[in-house]
């Protein structure tokens, strides 16, 4: 393993900037604290380490995000999407860190088409999975994907989710969340159509007073929100175990589950303020994408993951 | 990993994290002799946190009976399944824990529950152990023919298996109470905890996408008030309270006089290394090979104690005091039949006395040539 800046920083428990990453990494409460570095004593895949602190100076695969004169569609099977080129991306299963993905891998590849408009840019990620994972419940996990860029595209940042002081920006996208988009109940029936439960708290008090038995929703915590506006999240990263939602929600899309491949749509505006991607025409950033198959038990860090490319937005 | 000491285990152990003890442990002792599975607690704990949507399922506290009833199903034979064969030797455990067994990708050793498996909270309930005939005849200690009952919350582990899991740090233990919690604005629902905890004490709630777990009543406890599955109890079986680090002994606090005096109360299966603080009475009927697998080395001895208690004053006492306030006791004091509980302060909560007047009749009516069912 190579001297490198990354764990370093990590194992010293210095928080990162601002408020991201605090609590994870000086444990500032109990006794949860170093946890990042505890994780880092079994780091195991030097190979991974030597990449990111090394990163290559030519990107292996450069996906170019076309100029499009009109809106970038939301909808997968646009007509528009499926003109542009799908650039295959390799993935790997996450065997940096516990938890480690502890499955053979079930996909080798995704493929990632980009294009912009001058205001947003937008992703199309397409993938094989047998079967649709949409619930969340005791034992069941969502697919999702996620893409990542750079909040600044100088000096890569750690391939996966990034480091302290080079934040990573993360537009994730749920299967659930697309789930509760086209008409979920948000209540047990979700799950269990013919369940039958009692009277609870929004039944018999004032909408102010039947919050307080909703602690995540009135923490506001986005996994809890009740009504969704879109199957994105919008996340900022600076080391593992550090993934934090960004104050202001863009990011929109789409996903698409037809014969046994998800086809998936996600947006965000170009112009990135603190801990977002900042894009314009002509610029050269770098991607990363993400992949989690629910039905194999992947949430979190068990994930399979690509390293960066490059992504030119077309001036 | 980090090497800890486990007073449970009479031996040092790996645990992820150089945890230090919080200042202050909160700890419960419950009686499961006393138990009469009317699920008071159940109830009294869904009513005060649980009836939101999403935890329709979500029982903090529960009462199975042993050996057949589970919640979430199977939770503990699959945990000796998975554990393996351990032994004690002289009071230190020989085999592995959660953490010492985890596989090279976990931080824990565990097992993911289907939805199913939290479905069926009265599964097995009444179920007797051994096998009974028309005109069976229960009439020896132990019992060849036996249940109990086992009222089970979050154990609030000096070394919790859920906090060590959290790939987030969304699980903190209080440094000032001992108290684990789920800090609900930072979980991201990856049930990881849930997976991990041997106790399966923490549960994920499919509307909120977080997972929840008991809280200890901390806003009780924060005013010195017992928790209200204790407070509850209508067979008055439980104790809530803080127990002394190890080494330590305060003999006026209820928790160390029967966790560390008289010994009357052990750890529910310490051997998963998590040194978990809810201290149960075993029942005194249950076959002792299955209640030392549940409770450790310390069953003969505990059960021993426990069934003198008639002629030990203090215990007696203590007993006596069990859900006889809402408040925590902190101290008590044995003078002549009365027996007294204080509060931090040493100022005088409860007295209560050591016997309550009764009278025993014949089980035969002379008079009326009739057998008598009730004869106190």
């Not at chain 1, 990107?59 to 003109?83: I, S, Y």
């Not at chain 2, 310490?270 to 249950?286: D, R, S």
């Given at each position: 393993?190579?001297?490198?800046?990354?764990?370093?920083?990590?194992?010293?428990?210095?928080?990162?900037?601002?408020?991201?990453?605090?609590?994870?990494?000086?444990?500032?409460?109990?006794?949860?604290?170093?946890?990042?570095?505890?994780?880092?004593?079994?780091?195991?895949?030097?190979?991974?380490?030597?990449?990111?602190?090394?990163?290559?100076?030519?990107?292996?695969?450069?996906?170019?995000?076309?100029?499009?004169?009109?809106?970038?569609?939301?909808?997968?099977?646009?007509?528009?999407?499926?003109?542009?080129?799908?650039?295959?991306?390799?993935?790997?299963?996450?065997?940096?860190?516990?938890?480690?993905?502890?499955?053979?891998?079930?996909?080798?590849?995704?493929?990632?088409?980009?294009?912009?408009?001058?205001?947003?840019?937008?992703?199309?990620?397409?993938?094989?999975?047998?079967?649709?994972?949409?619930?969340?419940?005791?034992?069941?996990?969502?697919?999702?994907?996620?893409?990542?860029?750079?909040?600044?595209?100088?000096?890569?940042?750690?391939?996966?989710?990034?480091?302290?002081?080079?934040?990573?920006?993360?537009?994730?996208?749920?299967?659930?969340?697309?789930?509760?988009?086209?008409?979920?109940?948000?209540?047990?029936?979700?799950?269990?159509?013919?369940?039958?439960?009692?009277?609870?708290?929004?039944?018999?008090?004032?909408?102010?007073?039947?919050?307080?038995?909703?602690?995540?929703?009135?923490?506001?915590?986005?996994?809890?929100?009740?009504?969704?506006?879109?199957?994105?999240?919008?996340?900022?990263?600076?080391?593992?175990?550090?993934?934090?939602?960004?104050?202001?929600?863009?990011?929109?899309?789409?996903?698409?589950?037809?014969?046994?491949?998800?086809?998936?749509?996600?947006?965000?505006?170009?112009?990135?303020?603190?801990?977002?991607?900042?894009?314009?025409?002509?610029?050269?950033?770098?991607?990363?994408?993400?992949?989690?198959?629910?039905?194999?038990?992947?949430?979190?860090?068990?994930?399979?993951?690509?390293?960066?490319?490059?992504?030119?937005?077309?001036? | 990993?980090?090497?800890?000491?486990?007073?449970?285990?009479?031996?040092?152990?790996?645990?992820?994290?150089?945890?230090?003890?919080?200042?202050?442990?909160?700890?419960?002792?419950?009686?499961?002799n006393?138990?009469?599975?009317?699920?008071?607690?159940?109830?009294?704990?869904?009513?005060?946190?649980?009836?939101?949507?999403?935890?329709?399922?979500?029982?903090?506290?529960?009462?199975?009976?042993?050996?057949?009833?589970?919640?979430?199903?199977?939770?503990?034979?699959?945990?000796?399944?998975?554990?393996?064969?351990?032994?004690?030797?002289?009071?230190?455990?020989?085999?592995?824990?959660?953490?010492?067994?985890?596989?090279?990708?976990?931080?824990?050793?565990?097992?993911?529950?289907?939805?199913?498996?939290?479905?069926?909270?009265?599964?097995?309930?009444?179920?007797?152990?051994?096998?009974?005939?028309?005109?069976?005849?229960?009439?020896?200690i132990p019992?060849?023919?036996?249940?109990?009952?086992?009222?089970?919350?979050?154990?609030?582990?000096?070394?919790?298996?859920?906090?060590?899991?959290?790939?987030?740090?969304?699980?903190?233990?209080?440094?000032?109470?001992?108290?684990?919690?789920?800090?609900?604005?930072?979980?991201?629902?990856?049930?990881?905890?849930?997976?991990?905890?041997?106790?399966?004490?923490?549960?994920?709630?499919?509307?909120?996408?977080?997972?929840?777990?008991?809280?200890?009543?901390?806003?009780?406890?924060?005013?010195?008030?017992?928790?209200?599955?204790?407070?509850?109890?209508?067979?008055?079986?439980?104790?809530?309270?803080?127990?002394?680090?190890?080494?330590?002994?305060?003999?006026?606090?209820?928790?160390?006089?029967?966790?560390?005096?008289r010994?009357v109360?052990?750890?529910?299966?310490?051997?998963?290394?998590?040194?978990?603080?809810?201290?149960?009475v075993p029942p005194i009927h249950?076959?002792?090979?299955?209640?030392?697998?549940?409770?450790?080395?310390?069953?003969d001895e505990a059960i021993e104690t426990y069934t003198k208690a008639k002629d030990d004053?203090?215990l007696?006492?203590?007993?006596?005091?069990?859900?006889?306030?809402?408040?925590?006791?902190?101290?008590?004091?044995?003078?002549?039949?009365?027996?007294?509980?204080?509060?931090?302060?040493?100022?005088?909560?409860?007295?209560?006395?050591?016997?309550?007047?009764?009278?025993?009749?014949?089980?035969?009516?002379?008079?009326?040539?009739?057998?008598?069912?009730?004869?106190?």
């Amino acid at each position: 393993m190579s001297e490198g800046y990354i764990p370093g920083e990590l194992a010293s428990g210095e928080p990162g900037r601002s408020t991201i990453g605090r609590r994870a990494a000086t444990g500032a409460i109990g006794i949860a604290a170093v946890g990042i570095a505890a994780g880092l004593t079994s780091w195991s895949a030097s190979r991974h380490y030597d990449h990111a602190a090394e990163p290559p100076q030519e990107f292996t695969r450069t996906v170019l995000a076309k100029r499009m004169a009109d809106a970038v569609p939301r909808d997968p099977a646009d007509a528009a999407w499926k003109a542009l080129p799908a650039i295959p991306i390799s993935l790997e299963p996450q065997r940096m860190i516990e938890p480690r993905l502890d499955r053979a891998p079930v996909l080798t590849l995704c493929e990632l088409r980009a294009m912009h408009n001058g205001k947003e840019v937008g992703f199309h990620v397409t993938w094989e999975d047998p079967n649709r994972s949409d619930l969340e419940v005791n034992g069941q996990f969502r697919d999702s994907v996620a893409i990542q860029l750079p909040v600044s595209p100088e000096g890569p940042a750690f391939a996966v989710m990034g480091q302290p002081g080079r934040p990573v920006h993360l537009l994730h996208w749920r299967a659930s969340w697309q789930r509760a988009m086209e008409g979920a109940t948000g209540t047990i029936r979700d799950a269990f159509p013919n369940a039958v439960s009692d009277v609870s708290p929004e039944d018999v008090m004032n909408a102010e007073l039947a919050q307080k038995y909703y602690p995540a929703q009135v923490a506001g915590n986005a996994m809890a929100l009740r009504e969704r506006t879109s199957p994105v999240e919008e996340l900022v990263a600076e080391g593992f175990g550090t993934i934090t939602s960004q104050g202001e929600q863009r990011a929109d899309g789409k996903g698409v589950f037809t014969n046994g491949r998800w086809e998936v749509v996600l947006v965000v505006p170009m112009a990135g303020k603190e801990n977002q991607a900042s894009l314009s025409p002509g610029s050269h950033t770098s991607v990363a994408v993400a992949v989690w198959n629910g039905g194999k038990g992947d949430r979190g860090a068990r994930k399979q993951f690509a390293y960066w490319s490059g992504l030119e937005l077309e001036a | 990993m980090a090497e800890v000491s486990n007073w449970q285990l009479g031996r040092d152990m790996q645990y992820p994290y150089d945890a230090p003890r919080p200042n202050k442990q909160v700890a419960w002792v419950f009686d499961t002799n006393k138990c009469i599975a009317c699920q008071t607690c159940t109830i009294a704990c869904k009513q005060t946190w649980t009836w939101g949507r999403g935890q329709e399922y979500m029982l903090w506290n529960n009462v199975e009976t042993k050996p057949y009833g589970f919640f979430p199903t199977g939770w503990d034979v699959k945990l000796m399944e998975m554990l393996g064969p351990g032994s004690w030797k002289d009071g230190v455990y020989e085999g592995q824990t959660v953490f010492e067994k985890a596989p090279e990708d976990l931080h824990v050793l565990g097992w993911q529950p289907e939805t199913e498996d939290w479905s069926h909270p009265n599964v097995g309930e009444d179920e007797p152990a051994g096998e009974t005939d028309r005109g069976t005849y229960v009439g020896s200690i132990p019992h060849d023919v036996w249940f109990y009952y086992l009222a089970r919350i979050c154990n609030h582990c000096t070394y919790p298996a859920c906090l060590a899991a959290c790939p987030r740090n969304a699980i903190y233990k209080r440094p000032e109470d001992g108290i684990v919690l789920v800090d609900q604005s930072r979980c991201r629902g990856y049930q990881e905890c849930v997976t991990a905890c041997p106790y399966k004490k923490v549960m994920f709630n499919p509307v909120s996408g977080t997972s929840e777990k008991c809280i200890a009543c901390f806003p009780k406890i924060e005013q010195g008030l017992q928790t209200q599955c204790v407070t509850s109890c209508i067979g008055r079986i439980r104790f809530a309270g803080f127990i002394s680090p190890p080494g330590e002994v305060d003999e006026k606090n209820p928790i160390d006089f029967l966790v560390k005096v008289r010994k009357v109360a052990l750890p529910l299966y310490p051997q998963t290394g998590t040194e978990p603080n809810v201290y149960y009475v075993p029942p005194i009927h249950a076959p002792r090979q299955f209640l030392k697998q549940m409770f450790g080395p310390g069953v003969d001895e505990a059960i021993e104690t426990y069934t003198k208690a008639k002629d030990d004053p203090e215990l007696l006492g203590l007993q006596m005091l069990m859900g006889a306030t809402e408040h925590i006791i902190h101290g008590f004091e044995v003078e002549g039949e009365v027996v007294k509980g204080f509060d931090a302060a040493g100022k005088e909560l409860v007295s209560v006395p050591l016997r309550e007047p009764s009278f025993i009749r014949k089980y035969f009516d002379e008079v009326r040539d009739v057998y008598l069912h009730n004869i106190t």
